[in-house]
């Protein structure tokens, strides 16, 4: 027989993690020194207990007009009458101002609730971007952007129930027991107290059941969510391999999966619902059985029987709600826990307590001993050492898997050397601020994404206080403004997802531009010509070169041609510095780089 509840030990640990998640929480519930959110939630509670005590009240009107209008049928006279008429409009005018309540509850509560959803989505956002580049390549987008979603949803969910469902529904089941107790006896009591017990029993066993269904089917659908996003941002590669049947078929084994867990949770909860439905007729019979008798044998009125079916209406709808409520609880816990983990998630590189901005005199670069490796058990970088004077052009070259792109992410800090150090201007990069860092570095890379956003848009990132006097003169320098000014739409023309309404020589100059109007003092420029055709690469690396000047530049490069004019070349072999020198110094000792000059001339000739 399956066990309906968890061990004792998966239920410890499922507590421990549930009220992590719901301290978590709490905060933007009750935020230090943000009085206006705490008054709208004292506000919000003294609606909702008023709302409450009218509630209970109105069965009992109901049973008095109940009363009254069977005597209002046997004694003759309008004073009778106008009793059933006045019992009546206050038992209609009782439930109106229950629901008016409960609705001036939600609107004076909305502004906390969508506050909170605010500001988790955008501390989950910066959390994200705070995150190494280590995470962001292992981790699939499709499945991330899931995951905050529903997390954020649970969020709004708990707060709401932290502060309107929980706490009222075992207020309104305190008065109605204590309702029947006064009115009625004891018994009566006893048979709904048993009723709930056994409907809150079998509610939480069944629902901890459906938990481990509902989190297969929210796998399931992470999962055919990313296969989607993947394709989708693959397009030009599935169509490049004729793939589309390919990746329909992918997907739909991922949503046939999918679909089988959800049939699953649609049938668990049909035995829920019915269930929950069975216990609760069974008490509700039981208690109309002996309200029946006490009329029979004249100990109750008409009015008595009909409030106490209006009772136990009253307590089935909270009750039927507390089942859907604890579904919801177990599974907005569980998305939250997905979410608060991700924001656990520590960042690989941080700030050391203390750290001061970076200060750019003259922009030298010193790689000093340099250990680096993605994986411990490989490393990429074994002890290099090289320096980049002040203003001048330095190019890294060598065969693939050398270590150069390695050496551009080091330098901006995606990740942290494990031996050595790098230094600007004397000052080691894990001793300085990252946004210092970032802000006096501009990277050029092999394949510039644009944001599916307007050219204009495009280049003004490289600086947010740009005015479009210096977002044209950058493109200008970049030598693109012709080509926009040309577009109907100017730089208001929308670029596409990537960029891809661009040609690759067309998005390697917005991202030059974008770069310029940065400013930088240090460059990086990773490959960044590698992609393009012959033509458009030495119209391009022109401007590369204008852009240099006065800067220090690293250039890390795959074809030698591209960097021959260089102040220094440095040669990598195997993550070690194998030569270095000028390129007619580098050619005239004839070791590692003249080899890799001789190799791609005679591709070059042979590809002519």
Do not use: C
């Amino acid at each position: 027989m399956r066990r309906l509840f968890p061990t004792d030990s998966a239920l410890r640990a499922d507590r421990a993690t549930n009220w992590r998640t719901v301290k978590r929480t709490a905060p933007y519930l009750w935020p230090s020194g943000e009085g206006w959110v705490k008054r709208r939630v004292v506000g919000s509670l003294l609606l909702l207990i008023v709302a409450k005590i009218i509630t209970v009240l109105t069965p009992v009107i109901y049973g008095w007009a109940v009363d009254s209008l069977e005597a209002a049928g046997t004694v003759p006279g309008g004073a009778m009458a106008l009793g059933v008429i006045g019992l009546t409009l206050a038992y209609g005018m009782a439930r109106i101002l229950s629901t008016g309540f409960q609705q001036l509850r939600d609107v004076v509560f909305a502004r906390v609730g969508q506050r909170a959803l605010q500001l988790i989505a955008l501390e989950t956002f910066r959390h994200i971007h705070a995150l190494s580049l280590r995470y962001h390549i292992t981790r699939k987008t499709g499945g991330l952007s899931r995951i905050i979603e529903r997390g954020v949803k649970g969020v709004d969910f708990i707060l709401r129930l932290m502060l309107f469902s929980l706490g009222p529904l075992v207020l309104e089941l305190l008065l109605t027991g204590a309702m029947l107790w006064w009115l009625f006896d004891a018994w009566y009591l006893l048979v709904v107290a048993l009723t709930i017990i056994l409907y809150v029993w079998f509610t939480f066993a069944v629902t901890e059941w459906r938990v481990k269904i509902r989190k297969e089917m929210n796998d399931l659908d992470t999962s055919a969510n990313q296969k989607a996003i993947d394709s989708l941002l693959n397009y030009e590669t599935v169509k490049y391999f004729n793939a589309e049947d390919r990746e329909a078929r992918r997907y739909d084994e991922a949503m046939g999966g999918y679909a089988e867990a959800a049939v699953k949770t649609n049938n668990s909860l049909a035995f829920l619902n019915f269930g929950q439905g069975l216990l609760m007729n069974i008490g509700l019979i039981v208690v109309m059985l002996m309200a029946a008798r006490g009329v029979q044998a004249g100990q109750l009125s008409t009015g008595d029987f009909v409030m106490v079916n209006a009772y136990l209406i009253q307590i089935m709808t909270p009750l039927n709600f507390l089942g859907v409520m604890y579904r919801e609880i177990r599974q907005a816990l569980v998305d939250m826990d997905e979410m608060f983990n991700l924001l656990e998630q520590p960042a690989e590189v941080t700030d050391k307590p203390g750290a001061r901005s970076l200060e750019v005199s003259g922009g030298e670069i010193i790689f000093d001993q340099v250990k680096f490796g993605y994986d411990p058990e490989r490393p990429i970088l074994k002890g290099l050492s090289f320096r980049v004077p002040p203003g001048q052009r330095v190019a890294i070259v060598g065969s693939t898997g050398a270590g150069k792109s390695t050496i551009g992410r080091l330098l901006f800090r995606f990740y942290d050397v494990t031996g050595g150090a790098i230094r600007i201007d004397g000052q080691d990069l894990r001793d300085v601020t990252q946004e210092s860092l970032h802000a006096r570095i501009g990277v050029v890379p092999q394949d510039t994404v644009l944001f599916n956003d307007t050219i204009g848009y495009n280049i003004a990132y490289g600086r947010n206080d740009a005015t479009q006097a210096e977002v044209e003169a950058a493109a200008r320098a970049a030598h693109i403004h012709d080509f926009i000014a040309g577009l109907p739409l100017g730089y208001d023309t929308q670029v596409g997802e990537r960029g891809l309404k661009l040609s690759g020589g067309e998005k390697q100059r917005v991202g030059i531009a974008r770069t310029l109007l940065k400013d930088p003092p240090i460059l990086i420029l990773d490959e960044a010509t590698s992609a393009l055709d012959t033509a458009t690469e030495s119209d391009i690396q022109g401007e590369l070169n204008a852009m240099g000047r006065g800067r220090s530049v690293i250039v890390i490069a795959h074809r030698l041609s591209t960097v021959a004019d260089a102040d220094r070349i440095v040669v990598l072999e195997d993550g070690r510095l194998v030569e270095e020198g000028t390129h007619e110094a580098l050619l005239a000792r004839g070791g590692r780089y003249a080899e890799l000059w001789s190799r791609q001339s005679l591709d070059e000739d042979l590809a002519a």
